[in-house]
C-alpha cells in the first residue's frame, strides 16, 4: 500500500440534468435565430459545415421580461451574477450546468433583444462572411464585439480574453493595468513566450523547473493570470493541432467559418505520478480550480483530477496511473511512489514524455453534432471515429481514431529496461511509434457538466499502446 497522508474527503460534485432549463434556453434561441436571417443562415452552415450545433456556441441573451422572470430563472437553476450587464440589467448563470448566461432589460413580454456567439477572432468571423464588421474593444483585450443587426435581433460576434463582463472597455481591468497602451503588445509577448519555450529535457525535473519559472514570466507579461491562462491555453491547442490530423481538419472546417476552437469542452494532459503535483501547482498558480477526482473502480488502474477555471471556463483533465488504494489520498498535492509497472497513461508518459512538457495534450475534446461528425469526418477527410465510449441521451462521447507518433529511441529504450514493454513491443514503438492523440466527438444534453467514470475508464484501456 503506497505511504501517502489521507487528506480530508474532497467536496462531492454530483452533476445534476436540468431538461426543463434546456428547453427554456433551446427557445429562446430558436427565437432569436428566427429573428435574424444571418443567423438563421450561420446556424445552418455551423451544422453543415463543421458538424457542430448552433447553440454550443452561444455566450449569452439579452431577453427582456415581465417582473416574475427572475423568480421563474431561479427555479430554472440561475443565479443572478455580481456583474451586470449595464445598469439595470442584471445578468443570470448557471452554475450547476452547462447554459449561456442570460441579461434581462426591462420590458413587457418575454423578447429576445440580441444574441452573442464565441469566437476566437472576430477578424476571422468577419473575413469569411465578408460582414466588414466594426469591432467594439482593443485588439487582444478583454472583450470585444461585433454586431449583425437582425429583423427582429441582433446577432453579437464576441471575444473573450480572460473576462467574464460585457464592457469593452471595463474600468475596473484599466485600474488594474489590462488596459494600458501597451497590453496588447504584452500579451502578444507572454504568448510567444509560452509558445517558444523549451519542451524537451534530459531530465524532466529540470524541465519543471524551467517550465515553472517561463510561467511567472508569462503571468507577469500578461499583466493577470486569467490572460495568461487564456493564452496558455491557446498555445496548448495549437501544439496539440500540429500533431492530430483530425484536429487539423476539424479547426480547418471550423475557420472556414471563422470560428476557431471556441466549442472547446475540455483539455486532456497526462501526466506521471511523480510530476502530477507540480503540474496541479502550475494549474492552480493560473487560477484553476479543483473539481471533481476520478477512479472508476478497482481495475481501473488510473485516476483523474478534473480542474475549471472560473474566469476563462477552461477545463482541464489531468490523468496518472492510479491504484485501488489511493483513490481516497489527495493525489493531486502529494506526489505517489512509482508503480512497479505503469499502467496506460504511465506508459504513455514513458513513450512520448509529459503532456505539460514534450508531448503535449493527450486530446482535446469540444462540442458537436455528434453524428454528423462522425459522418462528415469520413466522408470528407477518411478520418474514422472510434464506437462511443460514452452513449446516453445527455452525454455521447468517442474519440477519432488514435494517432500514432514517432517514439524516440531513448524512451522505448528506458521503458524496455524497465521492464514495462517487451522487446517485440520496443521494436514496433521504434518502427511504427505509438498512439499519441486523439480529437474528442461530444455531445451534451440537458446541460449535463460532469463525465461518466465507467465509461472513460473502457476507453481509456483501448488506447494503451501495447495493445496496438
Known amino acids: 500500500m503506497s505511504q501517502v497522508a489521507s487528506p480530508p474527503p474532497p467536496p462531492t460534485f454530483e452533476w445534476k440534468r436540468w431538461p426543463e432549463t434546456e428547453t427554456f434556453v433551446d427557445n429562446l434561441i430558436d427565437k432569436a435565430v428566427a429573428g435574424n436571417a444571418f443567423a438563421a443562415t450561420l446556424a445552418e452552415r455551423m451544422r453543415v459545415e463543421t458538424s457542430t450545433r448552433f447553440k454550443d456556441w452561444v455566450d449569452h441573451l439579452v431577453i427582456s421580461g415581465q417582473g416574475d422572470l427572475g423568480s421563474q430563472l431561479r427555479k430554472l437553476g440561475f443565479k443572478r451574477q455580481a456583474t451586470d450587464y449595464a445598469v439595470g440589467v ?71 480574453r480572460g473576462y467574464t463582463g460585457f464592457d469593452p472597455f471595463p474600468g475596473d481591468l484599466a485600474r488594474e493595468g489590462r488596459m494600458r497602451p501597451h497590453a496588447a503588445r504584452d500579451a502578444l509577448a507572454a504568448r510567444d513566450l509560452w509558445k517558444g519555450r523549451k519542451r524537451r529535457f534530459a531530465d524532466d525535473a529540470d524541465g519543471f523547473d524551467a517550465t515553472e519559472q517561463t510561467l511567472e514570466q508569462v503571468i507577469e507579461l500578461a499583466g493577470s493570470v486569467d490572460l495568461a491562462c487564456h493564452l496558455i491555453f491557446e498555445v496548448e491547442r495549437e501544439n496539440w493541432e500540429l500533431r492530430n490530423r483530425a484536429a487539423q481538419v476539424q479547426k480547418s472546417r471550423q475557420d472556414r467559418l471563422g470560428l476557431g476552437w471556441a466549442n472547446h469542452d475540455h483539455h486532456t494532459f497526462r501526466c506521471s505520478r511523480q510530476f502530477f503535483p507540480r503540474v496541479i501547482r502550475m494549474f492552480e498558480r493560473l487560477g484553476f480550480l479543483l473539481r471533481e477526482r476520478f477512479h472508476a473502480g478497482e481495475n481501473a488502474g488510473w485516476g483523474a483530477q478534473v480542474l475549471e477555471h472560473p474566469t476563462t471556463g477552461i477545463v482541464i483533465f489531468a490523468d496518472l496511473d492510479l491504484a485501488p488504494d489511493e483513490a481516497a489520498y489527495d493525489f493531486a498535492h502529494a506526489a505517489l511512489p512509482d508503480l512497479p509497472r505503469p499502467n496506460t497513461v504511465g506508459l504513455w508518459v514513458g513513450l512520448h514524455g509529459e503532456s505539460i512538457l514534450e508531448a503535449g495534450m493527450h486530446h482535446l475534446e469540444a462540442q458537436f453534432d455528434f453524428d454528423a461528425l462522425r459522418q462528415d469526418l469520413k466522408a470528407e477527410s477518411g478520418i474514422e471515429v472510434m464506437a462511443p465510449f460514452s452513449d446516453f441521451p445527455f452525454l455521447r462521447q468517442a474519440f477519432t481514431a488514435g494517432e500514432r507518433w514517432p517514439v524516440a529511441k531513448h524512451r522505448a529504450d528506458r521503458c524496455l529496461a524497465n521492464g514495462w514493454i517487451t522487446a517485440e513491443q520496443h521494436a514496433k514503438f521504434i518502427r511504427s511509434g505509438a498512439l499519441g492523440s486523439h480529437l474528442e466527438d461530444l455531445q451534451r444534453r440537458e446541460g449535463y457538466k460532469g463525465f461518466n467514470q465507467q465509461a472513460v475508464s473502457a476507453i481509456i484501456a483501448a488506447t494503451d499502446p501495447r495493445l496496438h
Not at 413587457?108 to 456567439?117: M, N
Not at 464588421?133 to 464585439?145: A, C, N
Open 90 to 160: 442584471p445578468v443570470f448563470a448557471h452554475d450547476g450546468g452547462i447554459f449561456p448566461r442570460l441579461a434581462i432589460a426591462p420590458g413587457s413580454g418575454l423578447e429576445v433583444r440580441s444574441l452573442a456567439i464565441k469566437v476566437e477572432s472576430i477578424a476571422d468571423f468577419s473575413r469569411a462572411f465578408d460582414l466588414g464588421l466594426d469591432v467594439r474593444g482593443y485588439v487582444l483585450g478583454p472583450y470585444r464585439v461585433g454586431r449583425v443587426p437582425g429583423e427582429r435581433t441582433d446577432l453579437e460576434v464576441v471575444e473573450r
